[in-house]
């Protein structure tokens, strides 16, 4: 059979697509490109909504070590600097993931000062899962655990910056409730007292979280106290942190598994 | 020849001179009567002051994070403006004592000023009080909304305990009581020393405007977590 001759000259360009597009078929699929996140503008700029684009590729943590630098925070345990002890615990916080295999960004690695826009681009630049802000103070007892007080707002284009949370809030939520999970149960396993360390859950303006445009929230570590208010353990005590530490970890590996399964979709 | 005009001159200064030197020893022997009198006019009786009534402090609790109320009797100004500082400052006499379920460092003058300014908005007129709860407060049926300024010392913030929920429990103490108080107060900012300060000891954002709508709707500003971990 004989093909004119114009079908023969244009065989041979079309075999090479042909060819091309079954190599291209086999590569496999790239991992979506991260979201546009938002940078800390002026309070009038606007940041790309979350929703805009696909969600992260992989499961990342956020560990921010509350204040550093000019900002030493609150005197703890008498001479401790609060920027010391959030520092320590986002060092071991990092390592106790990093073991179990939980990419981990850190705000800070040393005494460096940064202000609340600094540490909210870093979270959204790393596109994170999940944003802990760990502070430690000496007023109150127990554990407290903050989100952000912003009103849950529906997925916009654009967010302003300062409120950038509210299209998260629903999931910070979620988030805090299973940190508390894991305290509840850090608790009741290593002391079987149910009154170990007392838990307040809070919602809060805070400036730093209200522009992070992932699940962020905020733990802060006080000290125990007794029934007459004496401190029993000082938020310096290393078995008291190791045990917030570890419930921490349990916490956020419990929060990749319902990432990971789409649990976290609002 | 002295001209006349200079004679007529000469008689009225010194009319004039005279004169003056009568009202000049005149005043001076007043003043030394009054000075006679000195002991006299000392104070003998105490000063007229306001009325003792109940108002409501709105006291902040750290073992738990909650607010609740508490009847106090203080004497109180006609004022709204020196009456918001007045409550203030007995409730920041509360926190400064050890024994307080908020303990704050005692500062000597706590609180300059409150300045109240009229809000515009529709949105925000003050609610109607509620007579059956709050005997003790005025009626404000008519009142406009206000926004209230309250000028801290850096006395008082920089003496304040270092904690998100230290801070953000005396923030939402001060808003609920004077909205307890004075209803038409609806919106609070604050102004340490007569400027803004980003934040009152390193934590409560104080740049921005407090609702009292917020801290007096949810008394119990955090709450204990409950064990299935639910938060509302």
Redesign the interface.
């Given at each position: 059979m004989r093909f004119p001759a114009k079908t023969r000259a244009l065989a041979a360009p079309l075999a090479a697509l042909a060819l091309a597009a079954g190599l291209l078929a086999q590569q496999p699929s790239k991992p979506p490109a991260p979201r546009a996140a938002p940078t800390p503008a002026p309070a009038t700029a606007t940041a790309p909504a979350p929703h805009a684009a696909p969600q992260p590729a992989r499961f990342v943590a956020v560990l921010d070590a509350a204040?550093g630098g000019d900002?030493a925070?609150?005197?703890l345990d008498g001479s401790t600097a609060?920027k010391t002890v959030t520092l320590a615990l986002s060092v071991r916080l990092r390592s106790l993931l990093a073991a179990r295999g939980v990419p981990v960004v850190t705000t800070r690695e040393d005494n460096s000062t940064l202000d609340s826009d600094a540490r909210a681009q870093t979270a959204n630049h790393a596109s994170a899962a999940a944003c802990l802000s760990l502070?430690a103070?000496?007023?109150?007892?127990g554990i407290?655990?903050?989100?952000s007080?912003l009103m849950p707002a529906p997925p916009q284009r654009f967010l302003a910056w300062k409120t950038a949370q509210s299209a998260w809030v629903s999931r910070s939520?979620r988030l805090?409730?299973?940190v508390?999970?894991a305290?509840?149960q850090s608790r009741q396993a290593d002391s079987g007292d149910a009154s170990a360390i007392?838990?307040?859950?809070?919602?809060?303006?805070?400036?730093g979280i209200d522009s992070m445009t992932c699940p962020a929230i905020?733990i802060?570590i006080?000290p125990l106290?007794d029934a007459n208010?004496k401190v029993t353990t000082e938020v310096t005590d290393p078995a008291y942190q190791s045990q917030i530490l570890q419930a921490l970890a349990a916490a956020l590996l419990t929060w990749r598994t319902d990432w990971q399964t789409g649990a976290h979709q609002p | 020849m002295i001209p006349r005009y200079q004679k007529v001159l000469f008689f009225l200064l010194l009319v004039v001179s005279i004169a003056m030197t009568v009202i000049l020893v005149r005043l001076r022997e007043q003043a030394h009567e009054r000075l006679l009198r000195g002991e006299d006019i000392a104070p003998t009786s105490a000063p007229a002051v306001a009325d003792a009534e109940q108002a409501t402090l709105v006291v902040a609790n750290d073992a738990d994070g909650t607010l609740s109320s508490q009847l106090v009797s203080l004497p109180l100004p006609k004022d709204d403006g020196a009456r918001a500082r007045a409550l203030l400052e007995k409730l920041l006499e509360f926190y400064s004592s050890p024994q307080s379920s908020h303990p704050l460092s005692a500062a000597e003058r706590p609180v300059a000023q409150v300045f109240l300014l009229p809000i515009n908005d529709p949105k925000t007129d003050a609610p109607q009080s509620d007579s059956t709860s709050r005997g003790q407060i005025r009626d404000t049926h008519a009142a406009p909304a206000q926004l209230a300024v309250v000028n801290l010392t850096s006395a008082f913030a920089d003496g304040h305990p270092s904690g998100i929920q230290t801070e953000m429990l005396t923030v939402l103490s001060i808003c609920a009581t004077l909205h307890v108080n004075l209803p038409a107060i609806t919106q609070v900012r604050f102004l340490v020393d007569g400027a803004e300060r980003k934040n009152l000891a390193g934590h409560a954002d104080l740049t921005r405007t407090y609702l009292t709508a917020e801290a007096v709707a949810i008394p119990a500003a955090s709450t204990p977590a409950p064990s299935n971990g639910a938060i509302q």
């Open positions: 204040h900002d925070g609150a005197q609060e502070h103070t000496e007023s109150g007892t407290h655990i903050f989100t007080s939520l805090a409730a299973v508390n999970s305290l509840q007392p838990i307040a859950l809070a919602r809060t303006p805070l400036p905020a802060e006080s106290r208010r | -």
